[in-house]
């Protein structure tokens, strides 16, 4: 299922997709959350370009066209390039961050999404299911496709990160503290994590596996899930 | 004392230069003088950051192929803590004091830094500590919890090895020579200017580091206190941060990064004060908004403080308090951009010609402005929440800092190296070796953001090659081996540079600074006589300047009594204010700096009663800096050239070792408030509250204010019988006996204290205690030196400073201890609160 794009650039930047396509790549989004941080990183990727070009024009002027920028007066300058100009820029950008970031968060529902307990330790993953009476703990994710679950990420030692970028965002699993991140795969299959977070020798291979059920065999699929 | 007749400017050269100067040989462990000191923190800082650019290519050849098997995690985990740690602390802050202590006087118009020998002091801290650091690695021990120690993985169960016994201990041996180097720079340049320099005259070199050095001021505590608290935890097990007892993880980071983020603007503002010093050279024009840049980075410092939030977005904070840190952290984009488009501006409105610093402040703009955007992307929390950890905020950092610091700096140092040197380059292999660095550095770092958005987490030491990082990885090493070989060209640029440079007479740039009014390269002394300043600072003429400087024209044009002599002036009039009297040099700060350097490696072995002895040995060295230096007679305002007098700094209300004890101070309280702002943290946050048992009011601890109290009133009393011709070594005595009442009291209320390692609540009362303890301590030693300083004869009416800052510490350590207090006695009742609101 692929998503409308927002902007025309936009065009451009998925035929660039293949090339950042990845088992681990944000610019490959499989969920609602990571979609739209991946929108949001095309938006400020191209307003860069296009503000990079303008200040190493600028630059490039400056030498090649002496006295070309004398008919703007100098405190001008510096009150356009230096105020109005990013204060524009940072204020539409702020907001709409903050609208992005303000949908993600795992807020209530009127249908409460299943949880999944994601709890770290040197090294590696250990996945529970309190929803799911009988069902043990897995060193892999499982969850069902196609709907929001929220992850519970705790740690046992010391800070770890929980990271499924093709999914969302990451959080940090921090020893006495439980966070929440909420996540969606929109088709089932197999997405990878990682630890973000540095967390001694182990770090490089605290890695995990996703694995998104369809929602009517996901229970089953939990029950007969190795340990 | 009458006026000497004029001196040639040969005579006053050799009559100058005679007290002025470092001896050759051994004698040069005696300099104290800002330009020899200045070149040798800059050259250290050049070698350490050699050393962390081939730990930098270690981790490239690393991670250069999938699956490599060059280095495992135990020596990668140690390359890159060491790399972030050495570019940080032990080469980018030193770097810019290097060149602060190098250019400021010579820029403001004065003959050296307020306290030379607090200088070399500070020297001497950084080379050791440094090398304890770096040879940390030669035994396979350095520190490998990362650059910036996240705990519990830096605490004892995770880390069990001395390595971040060396961080804990060395960089914070490091910042506090850091933080006396602050507290000088913001002295120096308030107080150590030319006559008629008002603030609103200075250059911007001096505006830039003035905002540098309080933002140290006020950076650098957290860091120091929560660096102390962290190896108290290791070293005694008082859990601040473990949070089966009480600590929180989390307080580790609020206070690393409460400093961590100030720290980047630390570093960019010096870099920047430079590119505002050479940018107006070559567009040959005065900068364009010169008050709107003071404005700017005024709110940059003050904006740096409020969103060291934005490296913790993925901790769990609530999102709408996120949102003020990231409005916050996009806001400095403003401040940035101001002095941006006013270098801009200069350009667009002068006439620029282009010489080869020009060429590094290209490379400047071009990778600072990507740094900056990809700055303000991670700004915005959902997307930091995908980068965060990952290569592409490595890629991010290393963009804003070496386009933020390293390029200026390289044309800091083709700007200022004919001045060190008296010498022009006559080969110009500082072009080819600039198109490495800018190639190079684009190469291994550009495409690493796409990295980052790929999924490689930072930190990891090798990676299978099914994720697409391959060539992305292979790009980045093979381009950053030709980096490394533009600094190489580089380097040996520098050094046929010395070899065979040209000699050229002076201002080779015709830059309008005071720093090209002398003879180049520069003599000890700096000024042979101290220049009025009428109009602008940034408008002077060196040309016409230096010979009637060097011709004894100016103020202090002689030598009175084979005294070291400058100016103190009114801090924003500029009118002279006294004439400040520095040291000799001396071999004093080397002791001291190898005295302290026993402390510290006594620590790190964990030989408590030697470090105790070290340290009494370091502070009774401190005693000898005493004696040396002061004045046996009132002799009033004494001649200072041009018709004019002014008295001497012992006799004014307001000289520069007053103003250091406030500016310390004020970076003590902030240290202070730091530890209040722990404990009130982990009351209201941690896990594992309420503590089993609760500290509640022994008689010990009512007495602590008391004793606090009546040594602060002694204080007051020795200082008014002084001020009023008296002997005050009585009173002293009483306030020294006060003193040691004060530390008996406070012993044993540490003592009625419940075991502090079972849970953080104890431990912070123990903590702050143990504050007052040493404050009291240190009073002790206040109380002494201003007794010896009365018995040496530097002590009347007239010149009663020992005896003010004796009192200014012991009233600090009375507000301090009450407010300690006052919060132990608090907190049965606030824990209480808290639980009936859960
Ligand atoms: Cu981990």
């Known amino acids: 299922m692929k998503r409308a794009r927002i902007l025309p650039p936009l065009a451009l930047a998925s035929a660039s997709l293949s090339a950042c396509a990845g088992p681990l790549s944000t610019l490959d989004p499989a969920g609602p959350s990571a979609d739209a941080v991946a929108n949001l990183w095309w938006v400020m990727f191209w307003a860069s370009v296009l503000l990079f070009l303008l200040v190493g024009g600028l630059w490039a002027l400056v030498w090649l066209r002496p006295g070309f920028g004398r008919s703007l007066a100098p405190m001008r300058w510096v009150v356009l390039g230096g105020l109005v100009m990013p204060g524009v820029l940072l204020t539409l950008l702020v907001g709409f961050a903050l609208y992005i970031g303000e949908r993600l968060l795992p807020h209530a529902l009127a249908d409460p999404p299943p949880r999944v307990s994601a709890h770290g330790i040197m090294w590696q993953w250990q996945f529970s299911y309190p929803d799911i009476a009988g069902a043990a703990t897995t060193p892999t994710l499982h969850i069902p496709a196609g709907a929001p679950v929220d992850i519970v990420v705790t740690s046992g030692d010391v800070v770890h990160s929980f990271w499924v970028p093709r999914l969302a965002g990451k959080i940090d699993a921090i020893p006495g503290h439980r966070n929440v991140i909420r996540i969606q795969a929109d088709r089932p299959g197999t997405y990878e994590g990682v630890c973000a977070e540095f967390c001694g020798d182990g770090h490089t291979t605290m890695r995990f596996r996703v694995e998104a059920h369809a929602p009517q065999d996901y229970r089953q699929a939990v029950l007969e899930a190795a340990p | ?838």
């Not at chain 2, 309080?214 to 290791?234: A, C, K, N």
């Not at chain 2, 364009?288 to 904006?303: E, K, Q």
């Not at chain 2, 109290?709 to 009393?717: E, H, K, P, Y």
């Open chain 2, 1 to 838: 004392m009458s006026e000497s007749p004029p001196l040639s400017p040969i005579r006053l050269h050799k009559a100058l230069e005679r007290i002025w100067g470092t001896g050759p040989g051994w004698q040069r462990l005696s300099a104290v003088n800002h330009t020899v000191l200045g070149k040798r923190f800059m050259l250290t800082a050049f070698v350490f950051f050699a050393i962390g650019g081939v730990l930098a290519m270690l981790i490239r050849a690393q991670l250069a192929s999938p699956h490599a098997a060059f280095v495992g995690p135990e020596i990668y985990n140690q390359l890159f803590s060491m790399h972030g740690t050495l570019m940080m602390f032990l080469f980018a802050i030193p770097m810019l004091e290097g060149l602060a202590i190098y250019l400021l006087p010579k820029m403001l118009g004065a003959r050296d830094m307020a306290f030379p020998r607090l200088t070399a002091y500070g020297y001497w801290c950084y080379l050791f500590g440094g090398i304890i650091i770096v040879a940390s690695m030669l035994f396979g021990v350095a520190p490998n919890s990362g650059w910036f120690m996240y705990t519990p993985l830096s605490s004892q169960p995770y880390t069990p090895g001395i390595n971040a016994d060396i961080w804990l201990l060395g960089v914070t041996f490091v910042e506090i020579s850091a933080l006396s180097a602050a507290i000088e720079i913001t002295v120096s340049i308030l107080k150590l200017r030319a006559p008629g320099m008002a603030l609103g005259r200075m250059p911007l070199f001096a505006w830039y580091m003035l905002v540098t050095a309080m933002m140290m001021v006020f950076g650098f505590p957290p860091l120091i206190l929560g660096s102390i608290l962290l190896e108290l935890e290791r070293a005694f097990g008082l859990p601040f941060f473990d949070p089966t007892r009480g600590g929180d993880a989390l307080l580790w980071q609020h206070l690393f990064w409460l400093f961590g983020h100030p720290e980047v603007y630390i570093i960019f503002l010096p870099a920047a004060g430079a590119l505002s010093t050479i940018i107006p050279v070559f567009a040959q024009r005065r900068i364009v908004g010169y008050h709107a840049i003071i404005a700017a980075i005024v709110a940059l410092a003050f904006l740096s403080f409020g969103l060291w939030v934005h490296h913790m977005f993925t901790v769990g904070i609530p999102h709408l308090a996120l949102a003020f840190f990231s409005a916050a952290s996009a806001l400095v984009a403003i401040p940035t951009a101001v002095q941006i488009f006013a270098w801009l501006a200069t350009l667009a409105h002068g006439r620029p010609r282009f010489e080869v610093p020009m060429l590094y402040v290209m490379g400047f703009f071009l990778v600072f402005v990507i740094g900056g955007l990809t700055g303000v992307m991670l700004a915005m929390v959902p997307f930091d929440q995908q980068a965060h950890d990952s290569y592409f905020v490595v890629a991010h950092l290393h963009y804003v800092l070496v386009g933020g610091f390293v390029f200026p700096m390289l044309a800091a140092a083709y700007y200022w190296l004919p001045h060190v040197t008296g010498r022009q380059s006559v080969h110009r292999i500082s072009v080819p070796a600039f198109w490495l660095i800018f190639i190079g550095f684009n190469l291994t770092f550009f495409m690493m953001h796409l990295t980052g958005l790929m999924g490689m987490p930072r930190r990891v030491y090798t990676y299978p090659s099914n994720f697409g990082w391959d060539w992305l990885n292979l790009l980045s090493s093979v381009s950053g081996f030709i980096l490394t070989m533009g600094f190489a060209l580089f380097a040996m640029d520098i050094v046929l540079h010395f070899r065979f440079g040209r000699r050229f007479r002076r201002n080779l740039w015709r830059a309008p600074t005071l720093d090209w009014a002398m003879p180049t390269r520069p003599t000890s002394y700096a000024f042979a006589s101290l220049p009025t300043v009428t109009g602008h600072a940034e408008e002077a003429d060196p040309d016409t300047l230096g010979p009637q400087l060097a011709g004894g024209q100016g103020y202090l044009g002689f030598v009175r009594k084979n005294r070291l002599e400058t100016l103190g002036v009114d801090m924003t009039t500029g009118r002279v204010e006294h004439v400040a009297i520095l040291p000799s040099p001396t071999y004093l700060p080397f002791i001291s700096g190898a005295l302290t350097t026993g402390v510290v490696l006594a620590m790190l072995f964990k030989f408590y009663i030697i470090a105790l002895l070290f340290a009494l040995a370091t502070f009774a060295s401190f005693l000898f800096w005493s004696r040396e230096k002061g004045e046996r007679e009132d002799c009033g305002p004494i001649a200072i050239g041009k018709g004019e007098t002014a008295p001497p700094d012992a006799e004014v209300s307001g000289p520069s070792a007053y103003w250091a004890m406030v500016i310390g101070l004020a970076a003590n309280g902030t240290g202070f408030a730091a530890l209040l702002f722990g404990a009130l943290y982990l009351w209201l946050v941690a896990p594992a509250w309420p503590p089993p048992q609760i500290v509640g009011p022994s008689l010990w601890l009512w007495l602590v204010l008391p004793a606090l109290g009546l040594a602060s009133l002694a204080s007051r009393w020795a200082q008014g019988t002084n001020a009023s011709g008296r002997d005050p070594r009585l009173q002293l005595s009483v306030g020294m006996g006060l003193d040691i009442a004060a530390l008996i009291v406070l012993s044993l209320a540490l003592a009625a204290l419940p075991d502090p390692t079972a849970h953080a609540h104890m431990a912070t009362m123990a903590a702050l205690l143990g504050y007052s303890w040493l404050h009291a301590a240190l009073g002790l030693f206040c109380g002494l030196n201003a007794l010896l300083r009365y018995r040496w004869g530097y002590v009347s009416a007239r010149r009663p400073l020992p005896l003010r800052l004796n009192l200014m510490w012991h009233d600090f350590t009375l507000v301090t201890g009450l407010l300690g207090v006052a919060l132990i006695l608090a907190m049965p009742g606030l824990i209480g609160a808290l639980e009936a609101a859960r």
